[in-house]
Structures are given as structure tokens and as C-alpha cells.
């Protein structure tokens, strides 16, 4: 455990009386020019542009087996459904969600330390990088929910306290993703604006939102402006495949009414350099299994 640094001035405000939308003050990427890394300088550049990279085989068939294992494993452990990591679909009661993974398996934490991938962020991020978050998505067939149009920064920012947006996700996909299952969409380009929301936040918010968002939910209206100017992107390949994006892009993703599940793994690096203070607009911090204080460095 590290302790949080001080508050710095806010430079995205929200969860205000009214919906802004801000252009982003940030760098997208961190890193100098040339820097070593994974990443070819293409790739970045079309990160810096559109705000996601997708990579068509990031972990090999066996990979996958072995973490689909895990994630069976972890799913089906009768305490897993009682620990507050797990959020529980509504309908089936099965877990949704289960959060806090490279915390609670070694499988996943050798993930998150995988060179592939903290490089990947490391050289994004331009510095050493923290877990934020993990967590495991689970979509089995017939009705599981989806996840509303958001943008991680704007509840990280205002629940978390993460001040700027120096932090990337990667989703990796355990399952193919169809068309049709449910997978992840994304407006390119929208991570250059920042969309603050209206509404304050309720004290214990996580514990709603997790399953359903409220607060920090965009108007029907911004969202239509948003996709009309940058359009809809949505992400499909086999399992093994990853997709990372910018802690500002606006995405979301369906309800999966198919017979075939969709499953992945959910990994967010934050820079060491832009540690979590204190939450810019909630009236406490998010439990540490959601957003975490322990700001030592992955790999």
C-alpha cells in the first residue's frame, strides 16, 4: 500500500447541474518519440488518432485455453459468488463481473506482468504503470446485459480521483466475438473530448452502478453528437484477440440475446505518474478492489 498524493486543480469537471463537454487537455500518448516498446510507431500513431488499438492474436491458443480455465475455475468457486468482487446478473444470478483478478489468481497476475502487455502500456503511458483495475467480463448466451455508452476516465476522475488521463485498457477477448454477441463499441476519436455529466454522485454509488450505470451516464443528446461526428466502431475477432483503448473513449457494448457466450479479461494501467488522490466529484473513494491504492509498479 502506498500513500495517495496530494489534490491537484481539476481540469475536467462533472457531476455538475449540467452536461459540458470539454476538449481534452492531455497528451493521448505519453511516450517520447522513437521510445522502445511493442508498439510500432504506426500503431501509436493510430492510437493517437483514434484512441484504440486492436490486435488480431495477442495470446496463443493455449494461452486462452488456460485462461478460460481459470475463468471457469474462479466462476464456479461457490466463494467467489459471496465475495463483494462479484457482481451477479439479475436475472440468471449468475456472475456477471468478478473484479480485483490479478489480486486473487496467479494466473491473472502473470497476465497483467505479461511483457505484452505492461510493455504495451508502459510505452503508451510514457512510465512504470499500476494496476487500476482487473476484472473478468462474463456474457453467456440468452439475455445477458450489457454496458451503457460511458467513458471510464469521467467515472475514474470523479469516484477514483484520477486527475489526468494518463491510463489505458485492454480488453482481451476468451471467447470469439461475434457481430452479434454483445462486443465492444467504441467512437473512434471521441477520447479527445471529455463529457462531464450531470447529476451528483450518491454516497456508495459503485454499488449500483456495477450493475447498472446511473450517475455518470451521458444524455441521449451528447451521445448523438458524439457518434455523429466520430461514428461507431465495432470490435469482433477470435479468442486471443485484444482491443486497447484510451481511459476516455466513449464505448459500451449490447445485451447478448445469441447461444454464444462472450468472455474477457478487463486490465487497466494507470501511470505511477498520475497516482489516485482524493475523488474530484463523489463524497468517498470506490473500495480498492474497483479502484486501487496500491500504487506499486507492475513486472
Keep these: 500500500m502506498t500513500t495517495a498524493p496530494e489534490r491537484t486543480a481539476d481540469l475536467y469537471p462533472t457531476r455538475g447541474t449540467e452536461e459540458v463537454l470539454i476538449e481534452r487537455k ?7 518519440p522513437g521510445a522502445a516498446g511493442p508498439v510500432t510507431a504506426e500503431e501509436l500513431a493510430g492510437f493517437e488518432r483514434d484512441g484504440f488499438l486492436a490486435i488480431d492474436q495477442l495470446l496463443s491458443p493455449d494461452e486462452v485455453a488456460v485462461h478460460r480455465a481459470e475463468l471457469e475455475r474462479l ?3 461457490p466463494a467467489m459468488r459471496e465475495n463483494e468482487r462479484a457482481i451477479v446478473e439479475p436475472h440468471s444470478k449468475e456472475i456477471r463481473s468478478l473484479f480485483e483478478v490479478h489480486r486473487i489468481s496467479e494466473v491473472f497476475a502473470e497476465l497483467a506482468a505479461d511483457p505484452r502487455i505492461a510493455g504495451r502500456a508502459r510505452q503508451i503511458l510514457g512510465s512504470d504503470v499500476y494496476v487500476h483495475q482487473s476484472r473478468i467480463n462474463i456474457k453467456p448466451g440468452f439475455g445477458a446485459s450489457g454496458f451503457y455508452w460511458h467513458s471510464d476516465f469521467e467515472t475514474w476522475h470523479a469516484e477514483d480521483g484520477l486527475a489526468n488521463m494518463r491510463t489505458v485498457s485492454v480488453s482481451i477477448a476468451l471467447t470469439r ?22 447529476g451528483a454522485t450518491p454516497k456508495d454509488n459503485y454499488k449500483k452502478s456495477l450493475r447498472m450505470q446511473d450517475a455518470g451516464t451521458p444524455s441521449d443528446e451528447a451521445l448523438t453528437q458524439l457518434a455523429s461526428e466520430y461514428g461507431i466502431r465495432l470490435f469482433t475477432g477470435e479468442a486471443g484477440s485484444a482491443t ?10 449490447g445485451d447478448n440475446i445469441t447461444p454464444y457466450p462472450r468472455s474477457n479479461v478487463f486490465l487497466v494501467f494507470n501511470s505511477v505518474e498520475n497516482a489516485a488522490v482524493e475523488p474530484f466529484a463523489a463524497p468517498v473513494r ?14
Excluded at 492531455?26 to 517520447?32: R, T
Excluded at 486497447?244 to 457494448?253: I, P, Q, T
Excluded at 473500495?287 to 496500491?294: I, K, L, Q, T, W
Design 75 to 77: 466462476i464456479h468457486d
Design 244 to 253: 486497447w483503448f484510451d481511459c476516455n473513449a466513449m464505448h459500451g457494448s
Design 286 to 299: 470506490r473500495p480498492e478492489f474497483v479502484g486501487a491504492r496500491d500504487f506499486r509498479p507492475v513486472g
Design 177 to 198: 466475438n461475434y457481430d452479434t454477441n454483445g462486443g465492444l463499441m467504441i467512437m473512434p476519436g471521441s477520447h479527445r473530448t471529455f463529457l462531464g455529466c450531470a
Design 26 to 32: 492531455d497528451p493521448v500518448v505519453w511516450s517520447e
